[in-house]
């Protein structure tokens, strides 16, 4: 008979294998293409990495929330074409740079929001609610902007998400390792990360135990939403250009930073950090693809890979679990 | 001796002899023998947890036994799963129905063995569903059940009593010589009721012979031809009807020695502290009213589907009564949902554990701490890890919780000590009422009175508890007073002095 | 019992594609021979879309990957055609890929029990990924000969397209399978009530990848329809059309839980979508209301087909059960 672990060190255990694992994964990566393609070692290359990942990273601390709870949410690259739509929008018309982020901000949370009502007050799941709000995004998006493409952003405003602290490090990654601290911390030791892990292992014991699951689940797909616009907002200082076809490929790169991080469809089970080194990876892949001259259909094509195996292997170990524990009764 | 085990004499078409099944921890049924008799009504009596339910999964292919023999009709009997016992015409009315909600009544009849004809009658090719033809069936069949019931409406639509007709004239559409009924009669009306025995008799009379699971003593008087009464797991008694009487009914259910229990300390009671006053809510509980006093423990007694789960989240905020008051020391008060309750002292511990009251694959100390995280974490939203720790290490020692550590899987710990976790867990809330259902079931023997100990030590302190329970000789050891339900109504309240295993059924039933 | 034409929601939608379309004769240019003929040659794949989702959706399944199916589909269409090969050898080459491509989504969904939208999100960029990576120009074919596009062009009585009829042929073919046949029964039940299917003997896994594998057929159908009506092939043009498609089914009454509706009702959503995007570009709105159109659409009909209305005046506990369990 096997030594009763306890589950705090048999997660911890796993965990550390795991991420351990998926940190030799990143770092074997960096080596991969800097073997490649020997200017991917230089400094302001790699911290370039790191810039490139900030709106991904973001999405990607809220969709492991709501990962967590057994849930997904698909509507998040249409959001963001959303708010960033609407900033060029009111930006383009009114010149007010304060008017334009916080309009563009409040469509972000109002988008989340309506996922959280949906998802929390009628028993429509996540996935169709998404998907739904998904086209509906788009397309407002669509409608709002036309066949405008906005730009002409002011300096200042680039320089928010552009500026590169020390002349090294992009700024996006100081706000994504603010958020990814504060995310953490919640997650792994707080209240809220305790009951979004009861939510995805079993609802209604959080129910019995007087817990608002419901209050739960809206605030996290508004604060999706708000991750969504802060997302944009970043991408906007970045590309100085809002177009409607920003939506596209965020989403897989979200979730399968995600899913790659640890965090299980099924819910009850992820980690913050899984997430954090899954979007290290993910724009480690990017700027290596980009430097060696690959499309982003292929960058895309391989992640979408990484994804189903990512899935595939964790549905195996799964299984393997729990047949060995059968085996041992 | 009994009069009713023979391999011969009226044609048997059923024989079980010496089958035994155990599950991990329990024993459920233990050398049952029985047999069933061509168009006869045979009832199978017992207690919750008596076994008849495992004895009907047996029977029907969902379970294997671990010995003993099956025959029918003379042949000995394997049945590998649900679909052979069909095609060997046997069939079970469930309790809850296994019909497609979203298809037609038609569609549910033939589901799985529809009834086809070749597309082109002279070259036998192309098997498509011959509709025609189950139409006649269903026809038939309903004919003889002496119903109308259009083919064509969507089952989600029919009453729960159309719905039970429409799994019985499933079961039919087999051809089914054997018809086990398990607890018809639950969800119906007294009116939808007689309609059931009616198309009972019609059956009777076209040779079905059926099985009648019930504890519905009034009913298998008016059904059945013949009564077996088991009990743990194990036969009893079997009898012809006309031969029999309530009273010895009851007495055969009954009977097992008061052992292995703690006794029950002497606790001052105290004043009226929880009032529950004509709480209704439908389709089931009708106007019930409750006192409970400080340092009491309120046994609530019933067969299954008396109602006590549903009045128990009635007066906790679990969901809403359409009518009646809640009293807390005086005060009349109004939940709007269970944390309300909480706040107010009161806890429920489900009798589903693992659905409602752990999270299973979280550690002890986690579930400990459910409800407590809002105070754990009052300030930053962070939580205390050092006095989660000190928390659940108090209730592990208190409960004598057997796991290494806090940290340990709820998973892994045995029915028991799960059952001291879920405990732990509503007591950590400091409640001044508890309302336990079910507590020890599904719980060995030791781990029982330790169990029985802690609650006997709450009243002590002056906690006021109101228990749920199966277990007569539990709730009789246990309480200071009965309150005896029956299709949500309550049927009567015996004091401490009153109690016995036979007047508590003399109500129930 | 006379059967009665009862106001099934079917009918209703009948109706109402009627009323739209005699709503768009008097008002616009859809009357013409023009008109008719560009409605029934656009409208041809898209109901076979919708069938195709309708049968994955009743099984409580997604399939999100349906439009990059159908640009591998169409793909093999074209260049088997460039190629030299007669409809009758790339068609049915086209119809495998959507069943190969389809058949993997249902594996993996069914063996690794992974939820088939995650499955079909990613194979979706997978899909995509591909064209751009192994396909010569992604996959861009043009100057597509007549060996190709005299199917797509051709139409009987002046008027009906033959890719229509061909349509019409296999949408009634499916009804008619889903109607009269055990694997249709064994759809539904496998989506309504997993453990009830499996007491009654059907193998909910093996149900579900034969889906699948259908779906992929339809998909290998509706795709090459489509291809063979321009001269040009474009896969990754068809990326996102099974919003289109779910949105039809939606419309037509198929339940996004799984365990119901009527291929039929999915035809009249297809042709409801169609005339309702038709009719918005008549009136002056751009092709992108479409897809906030879409979002609004599914979001309502869901809600109406999710909500159980008599659940408001019971006051039951507050358990629980997410993603659809029974």
């Given at each position: 008979m096997e030594q009763p672990i306890s589950v705090q060190q048999r997660r911890r255990g796993f965990r550390i294998t795991y991420q351990t694992a998926l940190f030799s994964l990143l770092v074997f990566l960096i080596a991969l293409f800097g073997v490649l393609q020997?200017?991917?070692?230089?400094p302001d290359v790699l911290f370039n990495v790191t810039a490139i990942i900030g709106e991904i990273g973001i999405m990607a601390l809220a969709m492991t929330f709501i990962i967590t709870t057994g849930g997904i949410d698909l509507s998040v690259g249409y959001n963001l074409q959303l708010c960033a739509v609407i900033f060029g929008s009111v930006y383009t018309s009114s010149h007010n740079l304060t008017l334009a982020i916080l309009l563009s901000v409040a469509t972000g949370i109002l988008c989340g929001f309506l996922n959280g009502i949906i998802i929390s007050r009628t028993r429509i799941p996540p996935l169709v609610t998404t998907l739904a709000t998904m086209s509906l995004f788009r397309g407002v998006s669509m409608i709002v902007a036309g066949t405008n493409t906005y730009s002409g952003f002011p300096d200042g405003f680039k320089q928010i998400s552009t500026i590169n602290l020390f002349?090294?490090?992009?700024i996006q990654f100081i706000y994504f390792i603010v958020l990814f601290a504060v995310f953490n911390l919640f997650y792994s030791r707080g209240r809220l990360g305790r009951n979004l892990k009861g939510i995805g292992f079993n609802e209604n014991a959080l129910i019995f135990s007087g817990i608002d699951t419901k209050r739960n689940l809206l605030f996290i797909y508004t604060l999706s939403g708000l991750m969504c616009a802060l997302a944009a907002l970043i991408y906007l200082g970045r590309l100085s250009a809002a177009t409607?076809?920003?939506?596209?490929?965020l989403n897989l790169q979200v979730v399968t930073a995600v899913v790659l991080g640890?965090?299980?469809?099924?819910?009850g089970i992820g980690s913050v950090t899984g997430t954090f080194i899954g979007v290290l990876i993910i724009g480690v892949l990017r700027k290596g693809f980009t430097l060696l001259n690959f499309s982003g259909n292929i960058f895309n094509f391989t992640l979408g890979v990484m994804l189903i195996v990512a899935l595939i292997v964790f549905a195996w170990l799964e299984e393997r679990k729990k047949t060995a524990g059968r085996k041992s009764k | 001796m009994d009069s009713g085990i023979a391999s011969?004499?009226?044609?048997?078409?059923l024989h079980l002899e010496g089958i035994t099944k155990s599950f991990p921890g329990v024993?459920?049924?233990?050398?049952m023998t029985i047999d069933l008799r061509r168009a006869e009504v045979h009832a199978i009596c017992g207690e919750n947890g008596a076994g008849k339910s495992t004895l009907m999964k047996i029977i029907t292919g969902i379970y294997k036994p671990d010995s003993g023999q099956m025959k029918l009709g003379g042949q000995p009997l394997d049945i590998k799963n649900p679909n052979e016992a069909y095609a060997r015409g046997i069939a079970i009315i469930f309790q809850?129905?296994?019909?497609?909600?979203?298809?037609?009544v038609l569609e549910n009849l033939f589901m799985g063995h529809e009834l086809k004809r070749p597309l082109f009658d002279s070259l036998r090719?192309?098997?498509?569903?011959d509709y025609p033809a189950m139409r006649r069936k269903s026809a038939e069949i309903f004919g003889k059940l002496g119903m109308s019931v259009?083919?064509?409406?969507?089952?989600?639509?029919?009453?729960v009593a159309t719905k039970q007709m429409v799994e019985i004239a499933k079961a039919l559409t087999?051809?089914?010589s054997i018809l086990i009924l398990d607890e018809?009669?639950?969800?119906?009306t007294n009116k939808e009721v007689d309609t059931l025995f009616e198309t009972i008799r019609k059956l009777q009379a076209q040779g079905v012979s059926m099985l009648y699971i019930s504890h519905r003593l009034d009913e298998i008087f008016q059904i059945a031809d013949r009564v077996t009464v088991i009990r743990d797991g194990e036969h009893i008694h079997t009898e012809e009807v006309a031969k029999v009487t309530k009273d010895e009914l009851v007495s055969w259910m009954v009977g097992r020695t008061l052992h292995n229990l703690y006794p029950k300390g002497e606790v001052e009671i105290g004043e009226v502290i929880f009032e529950a006053r004509g709480i209704s809510q439908s389709p089931l509980l009708k106007g019930i009213d409750l006192q409970l006093r400080r340092g009491e423990i309120l046994g609530l007694s019933g067969?299954?589907?008396?109602?006590r789960t549903e009045l128990s989240l009635a007066l906790c905020g679990l969901s809403r009564p359409d009518s009646g008051q809640v009293f807390i020391d005086g005060k009349k008060l109004h939940f709007a949902n269970y944390r309300q309750a909480m706040d107010h002292g009161m806890v429920y511990i489900s009798e589903d554990r693992q659905k409602?009251?752990?999270?299973?694959?979280?550690s002890v100390s986690e579930n400990i701490t459910l409800p407590l995280l809002r105070s754990l974490s009052r300030?930053?939203?962070?939580?205390?890890s050092q006095s989660e720790r000190r928390i659940s290490g108090e209730y592990m020692e208190r409960l004598a919780?057997?796991?290494?550590?806090?940290?340990?899987?709820?998973?892994?710990?045995?029915g028991g000590n799960q059952q001291k976790v879920s405990v732990a867990k509503a007591l950590a809330t400091a409640p001044r009422i508890l309302i336990l259902d079910e507590?020890?079931?599904?719980?060995d023997v030791g781990a029982k009175s330790e169990i029985h100990r802690i609650i006997s030590n709450l009243a002590a302190e002056g906690k006021s508890i109101i228990m749920i329970s199966s277990d007569l000789p539990e709730i009789i050891s246990m309480s200071d007073r009965v309150i005896v339900m029956k299709n949500g109504l309550k049927m009567g309240e015996l004091s401490r002095a009153e109690l016995s295993q036979e007047r508590i059924l003399q109500l129930a039933l | 019992m006379k059967k009665r034409i009862t106001l099934t929601r079917e009918f209703i939608l009948g109706l109402i594609v009627l009323a739209f379309m005699i709503f768009l004769a008097l008002t616009t240019q859809f009357a013409t021979r023009n008109g008719l003929f560009s409605m029934m040659l656009d409208v041809s794949p898209t109901i076979l879309g919708a069938i195709a989702l309708s049968l994955v959706i009743f099984t409580g399944n997604i399939d999100i990957s349906a439009g990059t199916i159908l640009g591998f589909v169409s793909y093999t269409a074209g260049e088997l055609a460039i190629l030299g090969a007669p409809i009758w050898l790339f068609a049915p080459a086209a119809f495998v890929v959507g069943v190969l491509l389809s058949g993997l989504n249902g594996y993996i969904t069914v063996r690794f029990k992974v939820p088939s939208i995650v499955v079909t999100l990613a194979m979706n960029m997978v899909h995509l990924g591909f064209y751009a990576t192994f396909?010569?120009?992604?996959g861009w074919l043009e100057n597509l000969g007549d060996n190709f596009t005299w199917f797509g062009r051709g139409q009987v009585f002046g008027i009906i397209p033959f890719i229509f009829i061909v349509s019409i042929a296999v949408a009634a073919l499916f009804m008619f399978i889903m109607k009269f046949s055990k694997f249709g029964k064994s759809v539904y039940a496998v989506g309504g009530n997993r453990q009830a299917a499996i007491y009654a003997g059907i193998n909910p896994d093996g149900t579900v990848i034969k889906v699948f594998l259908v779906e992929g057929l339809l998909l290998g159908i509706a795709g090459t329809l489509k291809a063979v009506t321009r001269s040009d092939v474009l896969?990754?043009?068809?990326?996102?059309r099974e919003m289109t498609y779910i949105a039809a089914a939606i419309v037509g009454g198929v339940n996004i839980m799984g365990g119901s509706g009527k291929l039929l009702g999915a035809v009249f959503g297809a042709l409801l979508v169609y005339l309702l995007s038709t009719a918005m570009i008549y009136l002056g709105?751009?092709?992108?209301?479409q897809y906030a159109l879409q979002g609004i659409i599914i979001l309502v009909a869901v809600f109406i087909t999710v909500t159980?209305?008599?659940?408001?005046r019971k006051k039951r506990p507050t358990v629980i059960a997410r993603r659809g369990e029974n």
């Open positions: 020997p200017v991917f070692f230089a002349d090294v490090i992009p409607t076809s920003m939506g596209n490929d640890g965090t299980s469809i099924m819910g | 011969s004499g009226p044609e048997v078409v024993r459920a049924l233990s050398g809850e129905t296994s019909l497609f909600p979203d298809l037609t090719l192309f098997p498509i569903l259009d083919l064509d409406a969507k089952v989600a639509n029919l009453g087999f051809e089914s018809p009669t639950a969800a119906l067969l299954a589907g008396a109602g409602y009251g752990l999270i299973v694959p979280m300030k930053t939203g962070i939580i205390d919780i057997k796991a290494p550590s806090g940290d340990f899987v709820v998973n892994n710990l045995s507590p020890t079931r599904g719980v | 396909l010569h120009n992604s896969p990754s043009s068809f990326q996102g709105f751009q092709d992108y209301f159980d209305f008599s659940a408001w």
